[in-house]
């Protein structure tokens, strides 16, 4: 027996008895995290954790802050990631195929209905959770101190978001996806609206000729379908992953997510938070110091670490990883029971009526019925413009990371909602009862109306009323809290309008059981 | 001597000279490439039924009677005077208009038109077109949606 011990086959009999812990030591690089050091060290040594930091603030780690929007967002699109390549298992990019091949995964596929249910909802829930993102990052005043280029990334990431889901409802080539996509490509073409009105489209005519880029033709058919498969699977993923990648590159070398610039930890912050074992160290945590090390704050901490931070592994990861099993269970439940819509077979003889575009698109559609180069060009170019300049015309650098930016600033922000509501309202109701130019001079020429339309008058009161608060109240963080709460409640209304009141012939009604029959 | 007298006397260095240079190929390559990648990614081949479309002789068209050719979303009218095609295709988004008393309504965005076509209420920017309609060698009628006529140009049969 002891010469076994000695012999090769003896050595490889323990390197193979023990060969999880050996495995367990080469994964972990400076062993397990069981230590404060070791699990300082996981968070440099391990590649998927090295985007974390190894110490997050307090602050970042509370609920009641982040709202862990931007994770949601994150979560979501992997889950789309993951079924959607799952869908691409069966679904065949051709007229001939397309819909039957989604019939296919609905109704014959093990499981077909339940993970294409949640890439539709997933996706879907990325451009609630992105706005929300969006909100919570502009409301807690965190797109500034060097966080300028972010809030840029971000708002391309939210373009993005919006073009995948629309790539992602032209695939299927039903009723919907149809009919979808005949309006998105002649909301390419309306530019010809304005050169048409100024006679140049016999000499530049940008719209038909992005039309025709998009589509591969005239009309849309089987290389339209293969241009915008190609867009949804290959080219908007992979562009979008590498810009979260450096969205999140950023955080980190901006400085991490804001916090308040008088940050204490208060004791409810530290429930959520596991106080590091000092065990190891040559401090203990019954006894008290003075000022060991050279921080910011009052009083020396011994329960925290150096300024209000506390180790990533164990606290940040626990929290992500939770945000991660709710966002799956909610896709999931909700996927569960709700089906993703599938009409009949594309036909380019008949409309559906009313036409409707995806209801993040309704807002849209809804300016859209006022002038086609307006609504789908003009008016969302301005919008996000007007989102991409938020933070270089804004930047005042005092109560970054507080939400509202204080008291005052809640205040602005209730008070453009009430105002916004009460003007939108009354815009729409006006719209809606009495008609526009057209219905009062049916002669009136189209470029008036292109420039001159209830969507552009809406805009032009959001940017008056920005400007009045901000000369009001001298601050242009105030002026910047009221046209983006505008912004968010046109957005919604909007969409409400377009979604549930608007009918047949895109005519106003109450309810759908109004909708005349047909 | 420095760059800054040189600039005085409207002459620039030979380093000024190779930076704008430079930047300017490094611009005309890049201009190069997209305007190729916007000529690559326009079709030079529709794989499409083609715009002109045989509609039959004259005698398909009785007057007063509205023929609907629905795959090629052409209107054609017959009148004392003679033919006439009217798009069906909407002005503002390109959703089908429905014929109704009054001209031609669309379901999508309630784009509403007279009878030749011309715009009354709604969003489309412009009138539906008038299309061409010519007779081809043997004998029978065709229309080309591809190719606008003004509005009020009758194809007399006779």
């Not at chain 1, 006894?287 to 150096?306: C, F, R």
Request: hydrophobic share 45%.
């Amino acid at each position: 027996m002891s010469e076994s011990k000695n012999s090769g086959i003896g050595v490889l009999a323990d390197n193979l008895k023990s060969v999880w812990g050996s495995f367990a030591g080469s994964f972990f690089r400076a062993g397990r995290p069981a230590s404060d050091m070791s699990r300082a060290a996981i968070m440099v040594n391990n590649f998927f954790l090295h985007i974390h930091s190894v110490k997050t603030h307090i602050n970042s780690l509370r609920p009641g802050f982040t709202l862990g929007m931007g994770l949601i967002s994150m979560f979501l699109c992997l889950i789309t990631v993951g079924s959607g390549v799952a869908l691409m298992v069966y679904y065949n990019p051709s007229i001939e195929n397309a819909y039957n091949s989604v019939k296919d995964i609905n109704f014959v596929v093990f499981a077909g209905r339940l993970i294409r249910n949640s890439h539709k909802w997933a996706g879907e829930g990325m451009i609630v959770f992105v706005f929300l993102h969006m909100a919570r990052v502009f409301y807690t005043n965190s797109y500034k101190s060097g966080r300028e280029f972010n809030w840029l990334v971000g708002v391309v990431l939210l373009g993005l978001t919006f073009m995948l889901n629309l790539s992602g409802y032209l695939l299927p080539w039903d009723q919907l996806s149809y009919w979808a996509l005949v309006i998105v490509s002649n909301i390419m073409q309306s530019p010809k609206e304005l050169t048409d009105s100024l006679g140049l489209t016999k000499y530049f005519d940008v719209g038909g000729f992005s039309k025709e880029l998009f589509l591969a033709g005239l009309k849309p058919g089987k290389e339209a379908l293969n241009r915008v498969y190609l867009l949804h699977v290959v080219f908007l993923p992979v562009t979008l992953m590498v810009i979260v990648g450096v969205h999140f590159w950023r955080i980190r070398k901006d400085g991490g997510l804001t916090r308040p610039a008088n940050y204490t930890a208060k004791y409810e912050d530290m429930k959520y938070v596991i106080a590091p074992d000092k065990k190891g160290g040559i401090f203990t945590p019954n006894k008290t110091y003075g000022l060991m090390e050279l921080a910011k704050g009052k009083t020396p901490a011994v329960n925290i670490d150096v300024e209000n931070t506390v180790l990533s592994w164990p606290n940040l990861l626990v929290a992500e990883a939770a945000v991660f099993m709710l966002c799956l269970a909610g896709v999931i439940a909700y996927s569960f029971y709700i089906d993703a819509p599938l009409k009949e077979l594309a036909n380019p003889l008949i409309p559906e009526n009313p036409a409707k575009a995806p209801w993040y698109f309704l807002g849209l559609q809804e300016l859209l019925s006022y002038s086609a180069f307006m609504g789908g060009v003009g008016l969302p170019t301005v919008a996000l413009m007007g989102l991409a300049l938020i933070p270089f015309l804004d930047r005042e650098t005092d109560k970054v990371g507080v939400w509202f930016s204080g008291k005052r600033g809640k205040g602005v922000a209730i008070e453009a909602l009430i105002v916004g509501v009460i003007a939108l309202a009354g815009l729409m109701a006006f719209v809606i009862s009495f008609g526009w130019f057209r219905t009062w001079w049916p002669d009136i020429p189209q470029i008036v109306i292109t420039f001159i339309n209830p969507g552009v008058i809406w805009v032009g009161f959001m940017i008056f009323w920005a400007l009045s608060v901000t000369a009001r109240t001298r601050s242009t963080r105030m002026g910047a809290i009221a046209l983006f709460t505008m912004f968010l409640l046109s957005y919604l209304i909007l969409t409400y309008i377009g979604t549930e009141l608007r009918g047949p012939n895109w005519g106003f009604y109450w309810s759908k059981s109004q909708w005349p029959m047909h | 001597m420095s760059s800054e007298a040189q600039h005085k006397d409207g002459v620039i260095s030979r380093r000024e000279f190779l930076n704008v240079a430079a930047a300017g190929a490094a611009f005309l390559s890049i201009a190069a490439v997209f305007a190729g990648l916007s000529r690559f990614l326009k079709p030079k081949v529709a794989y499409e039924e083609a715009t002109k479309f045989k509609i039959g002789t004259a005698d398909n068209f009785p007057v007063g009677v509205v023929t609907k050719f629905d795959e090629n979303g052409v209107f054609v009218f017959s009148s004392e005077d003679g033919l006439y095609a009217i798009s069906c295709v909407c002005t503002h988004l390109g959703c089908r208009v429905a014929l109704t008393e009054t001209g031609f309504d669309c379901p999508c965005h309630g784009s509403k038109f007279n009878k030749n076509g011309k715009v009354t209420g709604g969003p489309a920017p412009r009138a539906l077109p008038w299309l061409q309609i010519s007779r081809s060698v043997d004998g029978s009628l065709e229309v080309d949606t591809a190719k606008e006529v003004s509005a009020g140009t009758i194809f007399k049969i006779a």
